[in-house]
């Protein structure tokens, strides 16, 4: 197909749109898809529970090393060839998932369902740059960020409707027709940029190492591990770090964008992600555990309760991001982001004996600023960087939001712990986020400030 200067003409714009929402939502959905079926998983292979979580562990930690190499390659060779090879991969070990017979063998096809999974995220917001026109970039990446809200918290419930009809291999075959429809609609992708270029292949190592540690280590620690463990990852993520950004330093298309953290604005989009991905996995977590530890709800109750978080954010991403386009993202996801705060700390003020409703607005409160924010700091992201390095800014913003999602799990793990808050861990918890959530809603702001200067 040709190269778009500005966006495709529709139709052929709503099937490539279909073609990334498709399988972007089968990347996102099964990075939880297989938790509410790893009980069943571990009986069945006849291994421990602990065992049985690398299941999990090893598609995020497949997806988290790979990002910013493939995000590079794309740039490089296209980012649709990226996608449409990614898309490839994730299906084909989806059907190995679903005929694995061992443990070893389940883990092995989950690392590569892992990595087909980064070629997608890796490119899937550069794409939208070459599918809507300038102007109207907010409204795709609002709709990409309804889908990929959508699929992050559809994963446990597609999963036990699946558990209740059939056994836990079809977690992973119903990704089989799925994914060859979107394989069918990649036909209407855009041409996309080509750098040309060698691929650094010792930068794409070093950054897999980097991430790769730091992202063992924080899982290490949430176990509760021996902190020479912890810290011995620590260094080695530091040290592959620190010999990253010196070999990616002076180059014109570094596999670790630090030409791109050198734009104010895309710094503060970044840190501004980082920050907020944290805060809401923080809350996230924490939340069952102060409805029914501290409050006494049954697990069906706070189930309900915290469902309008995801169901508000999902309706109002659309919009965030259409207003997007004539608002400024920092203004938008400011107050996004002040909001979300204010519902964290509303529910830290709640009664000993609260009533679900008083519980389920607050918590609605937060999903409405978290889905002001998303949608608008996603769009700043991406428009801040040269189109030729849209694949750079893409893979920042994906690993952004998994380096946020790690973080806040890790800080979640040791405030429940006995070691900080005890009892109290929940309230610890939700404070943290809340203290984040305010500091990220500063560094939106000042985005404003850097856009007068433009």
């Known amino acids: 197909?040709?190269?778009?200067?500005?966006?495709?003409?529709?139709?052929?714009?709503?099937?490539?749109?279909?073609?990334?929402?498709?399988?972007?939502a089968l990347a996102v959905m099964d990075s939880s898809i297989a938790n509410v079926a790893l009980p069943i998983i571990a009986s069945d292979l006849r291994v421990s529970p602990a065992d049985v979580i690398l299941v999990v562990n090893a598609y995020q930690i497949a997806t988290i090393v790979s990002l910013?190499?493939?995000?590079?390659?794309?740039?490089?060779?296209?980012?649709?060839?990226i996608y449409r090879t990614g898309l490839a991969v994730f299906t084909a070990a989806s059907v190995v998932c679903a005929l694995s017979t061992s443990l070893e063998m389940l883990i092995a096809a989950r690392t590569i369902q892992g990595f087909?999974?980064?070629?997608?995220?890796?490119?899937?917001?550069a794409i939208l740059r070459y599918i809507y026109p300038q102007k109207q970039l907010g409204r795709g990446v609002g709709i990409n960020a309804l889908v990929v809200a959508s699929a992050s918290v559809a994963g446990p419930t597609v999963g036990a409707a699946i558990l209740s009809v059939a056994h836990w291999p079809w977690i992973f075959a119903v990704n089989l027709p799925l994914g060859v429809l979107a394989l069918v609609l990649t036909r209407f992708l855009p041409r996309t940029h080509r750098g040309g270029g060698r691929f650094d292949t010792a930068s794409a190592l070093l950054s897999a190492a980097t991430f790769g540690l730091l992202?063992?280590?924080?899982?290490?620690?949430?176990?509760?591990?021996?902190?020479?463990?912890?810290?011995?990852?620590?260094?080695?993520?530091?040290?592959?770090g620190a010999m990253l950004v010196r070999r990616q330093a002076g180059r014109t298309a570094p596999l670790l964008p630090v030409d791109l953290l050198r734009i104010p604005i895309f710094a503060l989009s970044v840190a501004t992600s980082i920050c907020s991905y944290t805060a809401q996995m923080l809350a996230l977590v924490s939340l069952p555990f102060l409805l029914q530890h501290n409050f006494g709800f049954t697990a069906v109750e706070t189930g309900l309760i915290?469902?309008?978080?995801?169901?508000?954010?999902?309706?109002?991403?659309?919009?965030?991001?259409h207003l997007s386009d004539r608002i400024q993202p920092g203004l938008l996801g400011g107050i996004g982001l002040a909001v979300m705060a204010a519902g964290m700390a509303l529910l830290l003020m709640l009664p000993d004996t609260p009533h679900p409703f008083d519980i389920a607005w607050r918590v609605a409160l937060c999903g409405l600023g978290f889905g002001m924010f998303q949608s608008p700091n996603n769009r700043s992201l991406l428009a801040a960087a040269p189109r030729e390095r849209s694949g750079g800014a893409s893979g920042m913003l994906s690993t952004s939001r998994l380096l946020g999602q790690t973080v806040g799990a890790a800080l979640a793990g040791l405030a429940l712990g006995p070691l900080v808050g005890g009892d109290e861990g929940a309230f610890w918890a939700l404070g943290t986020a809340m203290t984040i959530s305010a500091a990220a809603a500063v560094i939106s702001l000042s985005r404003l400030t850097l856009m007068k200067r433009v």
């Open 116 to 125: 087909g999974a980064a070629g997608l995220m890796s490119v899937n917001t």
């Open 306 to 321: 915290i469902t309008p978080w995801p169901l508000i954010m999902i309706i109002i991403a659309p919009t965030a991001g």
């Open 215 to 240: 992202t063992i280590g924080v899982e290490q620690a949430t176990r509760g591990q021996p902190w020479w463990v912890v810290g011995l990852f620590a260094t080695g993520f530091l040290l592959c």
């Open 1 to 24: 197909m040709q190269d778009q200067t500005d966006g495709q003409p529709i139709p052929q714009r709503y099937w490539a749109m279909a073609a990334v929402a498709v399988s972007i």
């Open 68 to 81: 910013l190499p493939l995000a590079s390659l794309g740039e490089k060779v296209g980012h649709e060839r």
